[in-house]
């Protein structure tokens, strides 16, 4: 990260320097560090240049010129959601921050550091990836400024972007690099997407038609939120490196170009990449904590990918359906390192992937065909296709268990409770040795048909899981508890469906602090369907909550006990005509006295 650093080294000069949003971590957990872990195995030359004041080119430049070219990355969220609430308010906090302060990274990271990566350095190569990035790469709509953005690579200078994880497309593009290949001419990498001139796209268009799919041009999208929709479907259904294809989107000055998906890592390669030496530790310069190390770094990541689709989460773009696992043997021994790091008491708090429990699952479709187009894998029901054993999680966990030095393994977050359901032993032993006392799931609403909106399980469902959870943790005579995390102002949601679920609530005992107001992030159904009002594969109606009022009474409504809610509740209530809900009586969400209390809490 310094110029002494690389003295130290003996170095002359960087191959790669990595330019990130998020202080440097080297912990599998941040995408920079993986990254630069899996090209300096790879015999090359890594610097970070982390954070960096971005009014001039000082801080661009302290590592010098990379001999092949910067990586940049906003870091492990989208830039816009690290500085602003849901409510766009800036926000106070950053964990990915020394001392957890706000402030030291722009709005719209990647496009402000390649502008002055190339007013540095015009000739070297610049390439995009990780979340931002990733999921900016067709015309997407854009929750801060309220409208459609073009392709972040239409708007940056840069020469590629590298989308989902991005390991072999860093390695491809860095060997390609070496081997004197221009970055313009690297064109054929999996995984990436590119830039094509006008003219060239006119004279070739019937070429490249015959291997990739054109969705509708940004002027179009742009404009037509029925046409927005008809595009993200097709993005999303060729998000798949078996079946999947290649997407040309046509922007006012340059054609954007996605090559088809990169392949997952296999499992020797997964393995490999979680086995690089990391040293778990934040930089040594920093002389402040960084909250979001101290929150995952004794955790493991068992597994990469996602079936679950729910419409809110980006991760099937981003990570994909299919199921990548590591081996045991593997995860055993990143277990057993943890004994040799300083401040380790025996305790590893988080085990798992995107999900807690889909280790070790898969689909027999899946290496010929791909994850299906036409059906989810769990929605409106598990798919019998599906192998959702827990045999290999649960003897991981048992074999966690028993080594040295290793006291407790927990699962606290993360388990997706209708597969839970399908194995009783798998739920035995998740309450008998891995909860901490609370477990935290998420039914994320209480009303079906926001939930069908969603793709998450129905109420029912829940329902049954917490039963079971009861009943087990009744039997082994423990005292745990379940904490649920819902959301509020999602599409599909009215507050008819807000007040019914305040109802529920109210009758069943279930108030929660874990709360959050929807928010709109690029390439979720979600957001699609926030923007256009349609459900992008039926092309049906949804409603939405957009303005910023009615999403506050939303969010209000599942924390109606707060007094500085009443105001909001209560206006809901009228709105609805439930003003039956306002009194002194037990069934009534808030007091008589609410009618003419405070404008606050929005």
Not at 31 to 55: C, F
Not at 77 to 90: A, F, I
Not at 157 to 185: C, F, H, W
Not at 390 to 396: F, Q, R, V
Request: proline share 5%; net charge neutral.
């Amino acid at each position: 990260m310094s110029p002494d650093e690389v003295r130290r080294k003996g170095w002359e000069e960087l191959d790669i320097i990595i330019v990130t949003g998020d202080a440097y971590v080297d912990h599998p957990g941040f995408g920079t560090s993986i990254i630069g872990r899996v090209l300096e195995d790879a015999g090359y030359k890594v610097g970070v240049i982390a954070q960096p004041g971005w009014e001039n080119i000082a801080d661009f430049t302290k590592l010098g010129k990379p001999r092949l070219c910067f990586a940049v990355s906003a870091g492990n969220t989208d830039s816009m959601v690290s500085n602003y609430t849901p409510s766009k308010r800036l926000r106070h906090d950053d964990a990915y921050s020394p001392g957890n302060k706000a402030g030291l990274r722009p709005n719209r990271t990647c496009i402000v550091y390649t502008n002055r990566l190339k007013e540095a350095y015009p000739d070297v190569p610049v390439i995009i990836g990780g979340i931002e990035a990733s999921l900016r790469r067709f015309a997407q709509y854009d929750y801060w400024s309220e409208k459609v953005r073009q392709s972040i690579l239409a708007d940056a200078p840069a020469d590629l972007l590298v989308y989902g994880m991005g390991e072999l497309q860093m390695l491809a593009i860095a060997d390609r690099l070496k081997n004197g290949t221009p970055a313009s001419q690297i064109t054929d990498v999996d995984g990436t997407v590119w830039k094509m001139d006008i003219k060239s796209w006119k004279e070739k268009k019937e070429e490249f038609l015959s291997e990739y799919m054109e969705i509708p041009p940004y002027v179009e999208v742009s404009k037509d939120k029925a046409i927005y929709a008809k595009a993200f479907k097709t993005a999303f259904e060729e998000q798949d490196p078996v079946c999947g294809h290649g997407i040309i989107q046509v922007h006012p000055k340059t054609v954007v170009v996605q090559n088809k998906p990169m392949r997952p890592l296999s499992q020797e390669e997964l393995d490999h990449v979680y086995e690089l030496p990391f040293t778990r530790e934040a930089h040594p310069s920093y002389q402040e904590k960084i909250p979001a190390l101290d929150m995952v770094k004794f955790s493991i990541t068992t597994h990469r990918g996602c079936f679950g689709s729910c419409s809110f989460c980006a991760i099937v773009m981003h990570q994909g359906r299919m199921i990548r696992s590591r081996s045991i043997e593997s995860i055993l021994r990143e277990a057993e390192s943890f004994r040799d790091i300083r401040g380790f008491n025996g305790t590893i708090n988080g085990l798992g992937g995107p999900s807690a429990n889909m280790y070790g699952m898969d689909c027999k479709k899946w290496e010929s065909s791909g994850a299906c187009k036409n059906k989810l894998c769990l929605y409106p029901q598990v798919c019998p296709s599906m192998n959702t054993s827990h045999s290999k999680l649960i003897e991981l966990m048992q074999r966690l268990r028993e080594l040295p030095g290793i006291s407790k393994v927990f699962v606290g977050y993360g388990v997706r409770y209708d597969l839970a359901l399908l194995d009783e032993q798998y739920m035995e032993e998740l309450c008998a040795h891995h909860v901490s006392g609370q477990l935290k799931v998420a039914p994320e609403h209480y009303s079906d048909r926001v939930t069908a909106v969603m793709k998450k399980p129905d109420r029912k469902t829940f329902e049954r899981f917490e039963q079971k959870y009861k009943e087990i943790n009744r039997k082994l005579g423990k005292d745990q508890y379940l904490v649920a995390f819902l959301i509020s102002g999602h599409p599909g949601c009215t507050l008819e469906d807000m007040i019914a679920t305040a109802e529920y609530i109210r009758d069943t005992g279930r108030y929660t602090r874990q709360v959050q107001d929807f928010t709109p992030t690029p390439m979720t159904v979600a957001t699609c369907m926030f923007h256009t009002g349609l459900d992008p594969f039926t092309g049906k109606k949804v409603y939405v909550a957009t303005s910023q009022k009615e999403k506050s009474i939303q969010r209000a409504m599942l924390h109606y006990r707060e007094p500085g809610n009443h105001t909001l509740v209560y206006e809901g209530l009228k709105r609805t005509g439930r003003l039956d809900l306002v009194g002194n009586t037990w069934n009534c969400l808030i007091p008589r006295s609410s009618e003419k209390g405070p404008r606050s809490g929005w």
